[in-house]
């Protein structure tokens, strides 16, 4: 099992543009299972850990309902964002500047083939994360993603999470409210949750907050659960 993970670091991308390049390296990958199932060779697949932001976008999962989005045209333009209809699971959700967005493009069988486990872990690593500043974080029976006060009224969501894994192998994955503009959220029933709060780190804790310190924690949170090798 190959367990060093490539970490890759895209800054502000744009959201096709990222998508596309996800799925040039799941496809890669796809194609290297392939070829020792059927050459009978032992090739080892790459593994890869990318953090990104994206300027102003919403993405509707295949579960999705479009009627989610409660904007139109001219509102998404006066908004300065754009939307996309994509492969992962979920509903919608959105992704914009101080929102780490993190896509592990990992083949499961170099860890663990159990996709609950896979989205539990990404989410131990959030709720480690926050608990390093102070924030006591959780799930939500049910839902995925990452919760404040999950077991009271106050419900409220600080890290969604939606994927695709095919012949084990994962794509798209988590969006985790840094210093995010949560006003965006209100163009959306966000996963479908017409209930529920949207929060960050920044609206928790009162102060923006530093994203690259934020997000060397949360990489070392996931390394570490994952037994992952960067490099």
Not at 3 to 14: N, P, Q, S, Y
Not at 201 to 215: F, H, I, P, S
Request: charged residues 25%.
């Amino acid at each position: 099992m190959n367990k060093e993970v490539a970490f890759i670091d895209w800054g502000l991308t744009d959201y096709q543009e990222a998508w596309d390049k996800q799925e040039a390296i799941f496809n890669e990958t796809v194609a290297v299972k392939g070829r020792n199932r059927t050459e009978n060779t032992n090739e080892p697949t790459q593994n890869y850990l990318i953090f990104c932001e994206h300027p102003h976008v919403y993405t509707l999962g295949k579960s999705g309902h479009p009627e989610n989005l409660l904007l139109d045209e001219q509102g998404l333009a006066d908004k300065n964002a754009t939307y996309y209809k994509i492969n992962r699971g979920g509903d919608i959700t959105y992704h914009g500047p101080g929102q780490i967005v993190g896509y592990p493009i990992l083949d499961l069988d170099n860890f663990f083939t159990d996709i609950h486990l896979y989205l539990r872990t990404l989410e131990e690593a959030v709720i480690l994360t926050l608990a390093d500043y102070g924030i006591i974080a959780g799930r939500y029976p049910g839902y995925t993603g990452v919760w404040l006060d999950a077991d009271n009224d106050k419900a409220r969501k600080i890290c969604a999470m939606g994927v695709r894994c095919s012949r084990w192998i994962t794509m798209h994955g988590f969006a985790f409210n840094v210093n995010a503009n949560l006003d965006y959220f209100k163009n959306i029933v966000p996963c479908g949750i017409d209930d529920k709060d949207v929060t960050s780190m920044q609206r928790e804790l009162g102060r923006e907050m530093d994203m690259e310190e934020v997000k060397n924690k949360l990489k070392s949170h996931i390394a570490h659960l994952f037994e992952m090798k960067l490099v």
